[in-house]
């Protein structure tokens, strides 16, 4: 509901100067770094002083209730100065730049209902304004600090291969022809070309891949990325401000500048609400008091006036309802962060999903066995490659082992262990020297009906979204494992379900590659996808599923999906295991990530729509009677501030009501 948090970001923290701030990516010298601090929420002014004026309020109605009235408002008005000096600030600075907002109208409303002895009610304002102004000054703190972070990902420093050795340089002073040496376990400082080695990078950051990709010499590497057990020779092909994740980070910052603007309906209608109040109120004071009246009623008529119309039961037939919908979506396990996404949420009309780990579980399960010579069956097949994937740590080789265990088979002994970065691994089992590899080892094995079979198979399984790995012993192909990222047991009843609610029909976007992505959206149930896209192709995906007006959600969880939430109408992140950018740019975090809660709560948020929609109404009806028989002359103070209170009690009450579990729905 506030404006400070906007204007202060606004003015101070404007998206060209982030990168210059804190990115080694950027060109920032070594020794004017310094490491980002994640601020607590004690760190900040708005959340400080919101606190303080709500433990004065709550001290002063416990005083109150003592009997202790003169000591209560005491309380109360040190929750006044508290929670209302900063809204007022802001509300002043707008006036002085010609606009009139809501911060200064609630703060006059509350110091008003005061002066008429209304203190308790002038109070409750104040601690819902400074409240939800603490609330979005967190929020936008939060975010710019996860977009900071994401540039750790980039190494500070990187090994340049010079004509006469070796040397340490800052990653920022890497050009575009430099060669970079990256050892294994490093992360690669620029994106680039391979020039020599081999190696599996785990590129997720990126791409959102859930497998660590084979790189070999003239494949393509980003900055950021994990480099595995092999050493690359790379040559820099972008300067750092042109990598991909300072990509990234620029798309973030653009697109929640963009939605920053973004308000309640009732902030929407501020501006001219709150000028034809105050318009009318000097009105009904000037003219009269022109005409020969008396000042003691013209005064409080004008007053009467300025209370009845004042927006109190305006702001509580909004806030309670989503606030109170907030509430009960975080006891089944979504966070919503603002009134402001709650409102959004349930606007929505087409939701679109990342894969990994999103409808998936990003983490590989073997999902067939093809043996491809009849001397050697399936078991035996999946024992050997376990075997001899048994003392890596590729995910690949965790998947096959795993499927041994859960089998129940024998594993047999394996020695003279030998990986491949890139390539695969071999050992000697059995008697046999057996290697896993990737289909291309295919190439180097004997013309036969195994091989074919072999080739067959991989064909078959990548076709199908599987990631094809052969099997060979004494160099002939023995069988084909194909391992699969695990659906989400959930998904295709949560994607059922919205189907039933939202306008149009479910959209897979991820960076992975087609087959795999196509396997996915047809087990769920989705027909459009639209796979192999970085980070700033989601972006523009997600612009052209919004350029007809339509509202999205995009739901994901990886760095890489940061951009896309940010730029759709309502971003969802998946909690457990999401990246912290992504959980900080979100509108939405799925804590226990049950994709089934995500229809839940859009129905919940469209249920809080039509509350506030019916609680609109009535305060509008009981304010427009007030109003009408206040201008009449006909209604005394008391009765003004009873009707006014009264509505504005009704209406919270009724907001209330969306706490009951009930309202609930998965």
């Not at 709500?54 to 009235?69: D, K, Q």
Request: charge should be negative; proline fraction near 6%.
């Amino acid at each position: 509901m506030s404006h400070t948090a906007t204007c202060e970001r606004d003015e101070h923290h404007p998206a060209a100067t982030l990168l210059e701030e804190r990115a080694p990516a950027q060109g920032v010298p070594a020794d004017r770094r310094r490491p980002a601090r994640r601020r607590s929420l004690a760190d900040q002014p708005e959340v400080r002083w919101a606190a303080l004026a709500l433990t004065l309020f709550l001290v002063g109605l416990v005083v109150r209730a003592g009997g202790a009235a003169w000591a209560a408002d005491v309380f109360f008005a040190a929750c006044y100065a508290a929670g209302g000096w900063g809204p007022g600030l802001a509300g002043l600075r707008a006036l002085r730049r010609h606009s009139l907002d809501v911060d200064l109208l609630m703060v006059v409303a509350a110091l008003v209902a005061a002066g008429i002895g209304q203190v308790l009610d002038g109070a409750l304002l104040i601690v819902i304004f400074s409240t939800s102004g603490a609330l979005e000054a967190a929020s936008t703190r939060r975010t710019r600090e996860a977009v900071t972070s994401l540039l750790t990902l980039t190494p500070e420093v990187a090994s340049r291969v010079n004509p006469d050795g070796e040397s340490v340089v800052d990653a920022a002073e890497l050009a575009v022809g430099d060669r970079v040496l990256v050892r294994p376990g490093e992360r690669i400082a620029a994106d680039g070309r391979v020039l020599s080695g081999s190696s599996d990078v785990d590129q997720a950051s990126i791409n959102g891949e859930p497998l660590p990709v084979a790189k070999l010499p003239g494949d393509e590497v980003f900055a950021g990325t994990l480099n595995g057990s092999g050493a690359l020779t790379v040559e820099v092909t972008r300067p750092a401000a042109e990598s991909v994740v300072a990509r990234i980070v620029a798309l973030v910052e653009q697109a929640s500048e963009t939605k920053a603007a973004t308000q309640l309906f009732i902030e929407r209608v501020e501006q001219r609400y709150s000028i034809a109040m105050v318009s009318v109120t000097v009105v009904l004071f000037a003219l009269p008091l022109a005409l020969g009246s008396a000042l003691q009623p013209t005064l409080l008529r004008a007053m009467t006036f300025m209370i009845v119309a004042s927006p109190c039961a305006v702001v509580l037939a909004t806030m309670p309802p989503y606030l109170a919908a907030i509430a009960n979506s975080g006891r089944h396990g979504v966070l919503v962060k603002s009134a402001v996404a709650m409102e959004k949420l349930g606007q929505i009309g087409r939701v679109a999903f990342d894969k990994t780990g999103t409808l998936t579980k990003g983490s590989p399960r073997l999902d067939a066995v093809r043996p491809v010579t009849p001397t050697v069956d399936t078991d035996t097949v999946l024992a050997w490659a376990a075997a001899a994937e048994g003392p890596s740590e590729h995910p690949l080789a965790r998947a096959v082992v795993d499927a041994v265990h859960e089998r129940g088979l024998p594993l047999p002994e394996a020695v003279d262990f030998n990986s491949e970065p890139g390539r695969g691994v071999q050992a000697t089992v059995a008697g046999r020297r057996v290697q896993v590899a990737r289909p291309d080892a295919l190439d180097q094995t004997p013309v036969g009906q195994a091989a074919a079979m072999a080739r067959i198979a991989v064909t078959e399984l990548e076709a199908a979204g599987r990631t094809a790995v052969v099997v060979l012993a004494d160099g002939r192909p023995v069988g084909v494992l194909g391992l699969a990222d695990q659906l989400r047991p959930d998904a295709p009843a949560a994607l059922g379900r919205l189907g039933q609610i939202t306008d149009a029909p479910a959209v897979l976007i991820t960076g992975d590659n087609q087959p795999a992505a196509a396997a996915v959206a047809t087990a769920v149930g989705i027909n459009d996808v639209r796979a192999g896209l970085l980070p700033e192709a989601k972006v523009a995906a997600i612009e052209q599923l919004q350029s007809g007006g339509g509202r999205l959600a995009v739901v994901g969880d990886g760095v890489n999906d940061a951009p896309a939430l940010a730029a759709a109408h309502v971003g969802v992140a998946m909690g457990r295991h999401g990246s912290d950018l992504a959980l900080e740019t979100a509108d939405v975090v799925m804590v226990q990530d049950q994709l089934a809660a995500l229809p839940a709560a859009i129905d919940l948020s469209r249920h809080a729509r039509r509350v506030v929609t019916a609680n609109l109404a009535f305060a509008a009806i009981v304010i427009a009677t007030l109003v009408f028989l206040d201008l009449a002359g006909h209604l005394p103070l008391p009765l003004g501030v009873a009707g006014h209170e009264g509505s504005t009690v009704v209406v919270g009450l009724n907001g209330l009501r969306l706490l009951r579990s009930r309202h609930w729905r998965p």
